[in-house]
Structures are given as C-alpha cells and as structure tokens.
C-alpha cells in the first residue's frame, strides 16, 4: 500500500539534502552515515515524519504491530553498575529480589487461560547463575505452557551465563534452545561508541561481544532483538555509528526481527543530572531509524518506556510495532521514572491505541506471524 503524496515531501519544500535523501529514499538507495547524521540535525520533523511514514507504509500497509506477553525479571542482582540503571541491586543490597523457580512457575501458571503467546526474560546479572539454572528455569515454563515463545536473556547476561558454565557462545546458545529458548531480547547494547560505552557501562560485554552473540545465534537459527539506549550524553554521530554496526550485521545475517529504540529515564540513576530527551526528540530518532535501517523489517515503540501517547505519535513517525500487553509484569522502566508506573494494557486498549492513531491493530507472535487481523470486527474475546 502506498501513501498519498505528502505535502511535507514536495520538492518546493525541501532544501537540496534533504530533496536527495527523499529521492534516493524513494529509489531504494541505502543512506549512508553523512545522510543519517543530517537527518539527525535536521529541524525539519515534518519532513522526516513523511518520510518515514512513507516507508513504514512501504513495507507494512496500515499494519500495526502488538502481542500478547508478560515479562519475568527473575532477579535485580547485578554484578555491575551501570551508570544508567535504576533497577539494579548489589549482591546483599536493600531492595534486591531473587525468585526461586518454584516462584517463576507461580508467575506463568497466572496466566493459565489467557491467550499469551510470549514470555519475555531480561534481569540482572546474577553472580552465581549459569546455564542449567536459567535451561531449568525454560524447561519449567514450558512444562506449563508449552506453545509459549521464550524470548529470554540479554547478550550481557548471556556472556556472564556462559562464562560460570564454561561454554563458548555457540555451545551455550545451543544448550539453552535444547532447554527450549526461542530468540534473544535486544537488550544490554545501549550505545556502541567506545567514547561514550566506557562512561556508562564500562565493564559489562562490550560492543564486540553484543555483537558475536547476536551473530552466533543467528547463524544457528535463533532469531533475536536490537535496541540502543539513546538521550543520555552521547551525541549523534554516536547514534549513526550504534545504527550503521547494527545494519552491517543484519547485511550479514538477516536475524535481527526488529528495532527498538530505548529512551533514557533518569529518575534514581547516576545519570539523572542529564535530563531527558523531548518528544520531539524521540520523534525523530524513530523517523531516521525507520529511514536509516533498511533491512531490519520492524521498528518498535515500547510503550512502556515512552507512555502511550508518545507511543501513538510514533505510530506516524516510522514505528509499525508497539510492543504488548505486558501486565504490570516489569520494573525496569518505572523504577527509573517512567510515565507508565505499572505498565499493563487489555488486548482491548491496545487495539484501541492503534485504532486512534489511524492505523490498523494486528496481533503478531514474536515472529511477526499474523495472529489477529483486527481490522473490521471488533475485540469479542476475553482480555489478556
Ligand atoms: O539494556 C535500563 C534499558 C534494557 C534504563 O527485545 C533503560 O523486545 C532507559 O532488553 N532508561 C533491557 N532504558 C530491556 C530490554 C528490552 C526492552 C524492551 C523490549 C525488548 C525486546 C528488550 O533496558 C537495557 C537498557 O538499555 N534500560 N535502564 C533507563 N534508565
Ligand atoms: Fe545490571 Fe543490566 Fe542494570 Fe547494567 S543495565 S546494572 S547489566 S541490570
């Protein structure tokens, strides 16, 4: 399906460099970083909005993308301290939570009944865990739903995981999709400069290591996530370098689903004197994402980082997928002052969500498989 022209986009509007992304946008010409860094320093929201839009619209109709999931985040303990996080606890630290699996298994037989397709696991790094552990923490999930998609452990967890089990990254990979995982959050890449990485996340997997794990998984089949902490103290070009290894990996691999850009909250965090970005901002960060990585199919606004109004903006900005139901079921973006303080949507809401931003709710599995059109009838099953 293709967009009307938009007004935004006519050549009597656009200055020479942006006439010349337009085009080589319309031809299917990749951008380059220079072009990436000028939309970055463009003013022009409108501009890059169409623009964005009209790819999104390109490649998704009025498809817009929601699943029904709950998260676990089985600990809070953390070996590390990034400067960012607000979730985070030391080992024997105040405010520190560690369930047992008896407990995981209370939190998904809560869901018995309701029609989840997804689980998604992402907590700290725990010093004394490894492999068998989280393998056994899988295994018994899926005893208990077994159609469940596990889309479990950052990168950084991972490294540390197999590290304690003394696997390399192809022998862990392959141990925990025998213990059933499906596919990898995009979680723990934050930003990949160097200059900017040793300032807030110095000690954890570094850019290499993110990037051999998610280029190990997809080479076994294991399909994953990426993401990129952004408006903290890194500054474009820092970005356009974070963007330009991600696609260079998806040139390689084809394995990454989608592209979730993660606003920085600053309540209760080392960071917090930085402030945070306006929506503006966050605007156009997913407008030149969507234009800039060509081949990563999806973009995503986590709702629960951003609220739900920024959520239905971004839905014009590029975005074409907004996360899920979710369910009160994690902390990390309240506990670092997120608008969303107990994150949890009906199937109901979200499609009204997307119904109001003009577009057109689908419920998705983690692969993007069509579950739910919902583009006539209306919502006549029981919430999730
Ligand atoms: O790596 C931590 C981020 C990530 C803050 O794959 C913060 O579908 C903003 O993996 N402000 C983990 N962000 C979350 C994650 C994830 C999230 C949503 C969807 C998916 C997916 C994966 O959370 C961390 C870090 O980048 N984070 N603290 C903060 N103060
Ligand atoms: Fe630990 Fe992850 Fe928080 Fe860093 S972002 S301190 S690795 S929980």
Redesign the pocket.
């Known amino acids: 399906m293709q967009s009307s022209p938009s007004l935004y986009l006519a050549d009597n509007r656009l200055n020479t460099t942006e006439l010349t992304i337009r085009d080589k946008v319309r031809a299917g010409i990749r951008l380059t970083d220079d072009d990436a860094l000028a939309l970055y320093e463009s003013e022009n929201l409108p501009f890059l909005g169409a623009l964005a839009h009209e790819v999104r619209t390109r490649k998704h109709g009025l498809n817009a993308y929601f699943n029904r999931n709950f998260h676990i985040e089985p600990t809070n303990i953390c070996i590390y301290t ?1 400067a ?4 985070a606890r030391r080992p024997g630290e105040d405010g520190g939570w560690e369930y047992r699996l008896d407990e995981i298994e209370d939190i998904v037989r809560a869901y018995d009944g309701k029609p989840i397709t997804e689980v ?1 696991i ?1 907590g700290g790094v725990h010093p004394k865990r490894g492999v068998d552990y989280y393998g056994e923490m899988i295994q018994r999930i899926k005893a208990i739903r077994p159609d469940i998609h596990v ?1 479990g452990f ?1 990168a ?1 967890e991972l490294r540390v995981m197999f590290a304690r089990s003394k696997m390399t990254t192809e022998q862990g990979l392959l141990a925990l999709r025998e213990y059933g995982l499906d596919s ?7 930003i990949f400069h160097p200059e900017i990485r040793s300032q807030i996340c110095d000690t954890k997997a570094d850019t290499e290591n993110w990037l051999h794990i998610h280029e190990t998984a997809h080479k076994l089949g294991i399909p ?4 990129m ?1 952004y408006g903290h103290i890194e500054q474009y070009r820092h970005r356009v370098h974070h963007l330009s290894l991600l696609r260079n990996l998806q040139d390689r691999t084809g394995g990454f689903n ?1 592209f ?1 850009p ?6 209760n ?1 080392d ?1 917090s004197y930085v402030g945070e970005t306006t929506v503006i901002e966050d605007l156009k960060n997913y407008a030149v994402s969507r234009l800039y990585l060509d081949n990563i199919a999806h973009i ?1 606004a ?1 709702w ?2 951003i609220g739900k109004t920024t959520t239905q903006m971004a839905l014009s900005y590029g975005v074409d997928d907004v ?1 899920g139901t979710i369910d009160d079921s994690t902390k ?2 309240s506990m ?3 608008e969303e303080q107990t994150p949890k949507m009906s199937t109901p809401e979200l499609i009204q969500l997307i119904r109001q931003a003009g577009l057109i709710p689908i419920e998705r599995d983690t692969l993007y498989n069509v579950l739910h059109d919902y583009s006539k009838e209306t919502f006549a099953e029981p919430a999730a």
Do not use: Q, W
């Open positions: 990034c960012f996080c607000a979730f998604h992402v889309k950052t950084v990898l959050p995009g979680g723990g890449a934050e994953s996530n990426c993401t902490l989608t979730i993660l606003k920085f909250r600053d309540d965090n960071l995503k986590y629960p980082m996360d990390i973006y670092a002052g997120s």
